[in-house]
């Protein structure tokens, strides 16, 4: 079975621009969480998506968004970039939504310049 | 507030020896935990989860878990320099609809 798949893996973006991010996950899994992880801050979670909704959110400012369709892939997008939004952006499935166990697919790594 | 802490280590073993690792969080209602491992530029990848009180074993791993000392560890035996990570404790908040915390790691170097 495939794993779960983000796209991209890199990006180099700017201050101000904004930026999508793309998560496939696990077939058969219908829950999708997003986290940030940084040196200082560790794997701080975003947000949780299950059946389209969002279904918990976490203690990030509102330039952080995401959406789920009905394939369960999910996007997240972060708008007016700063330098602090440098990090790595994990995406997790899990068939069941809240504490079902998750998988983590491989990353993408956003650099704001 | 909800928190998943850990010893940021290094934590150096020869190998073969054994690693312990620790973790405590601050949530009595936590219900799952949860241990990853990851490797330097990877992912977190999950080693184990344990949800009742005791221990657990997989292979060279046993998680432990005890809900009154609001403490759970991972020990990791005849530890390989492959083992080398820093490995991540998560816990779980707010029941079914909650979601995971997770610690900020403890870095483990195996020595040949």
């Known amino acids: 079975k495939a794993g779960v798949t983000q796209t991209p893996r890199y990006l180099i973006k700017t201050r101000g621009q904004q930026v999508t991010l793309s998560c496939s996950p696990i077939?058969?899994?219908?829950?999708v969480s997003w986290y940030q992880q940084t040196p200082g801050q560790g794997l701080q979670f975003l947000f949780e998506?299950?059946?389209?909704?969002?279904?918990n959110k976490g203690n990030f400012p509102g330039r952080f968004s995401g959406r789920q369709f009905s394939n369960s892939r999910s996007e997240m997008n972060v708008s007016t970039l700063e330098l602090g939004d440098s990090a790595l952006y994990l995406c997790?499935?899990?068939?069941?939504?809240?504490?079902?166990?998750?998988?983590f697919g491989p990353g993408t790594r956003l650099t704001v310049l | 507030q909800k928190e998943v802490e850990q010893n940021s280590g290094p934590l150096s073993v020869p190998e073969g020896a054994i690693a312990s690792l620790n973790c405590t969080y601050s949530?009595?209602?936590?219900?799952?935990f949860f241990w990853y491992r990851q490797y330097s530029g990877k992912s977190p990848e999950l080693i184990m989860f344990?949800?009742?009180?005791g221990d657990k074993e997989d292979g060279r791993f046993t998680a432990q878990l005890n809900k009154a000392s609001q403490y759970v560890s991972l020990l990791i035996r005849d530890s390989q320099p492959s083992d080398s990570a820093t490995y991540l404790c998560?816990?779980?908040?707010?029941?079914?609809?909650?979601?995971?915390?997770f610690g900020k790691g403890t870095k483990l170097s195996v020595k040949p």
């Open positions: 344990i949800y009742s009180n």
């Open positions: 997790a499935s899990s068939r069941a939504q809240g504490t079902d166990t998750q998988y």
């Open positions: 077939s058969g899994h219908r829950s």
């Open positions: 998560a816990v779980t908040y707010g029941g079914s609809q909650g979601n995971l915390i």
């Open positions: 998506y299950f059946s389209e909704t969002q279904r």
């Open positions: 949530d009595r209602g936590s219900q799952s």
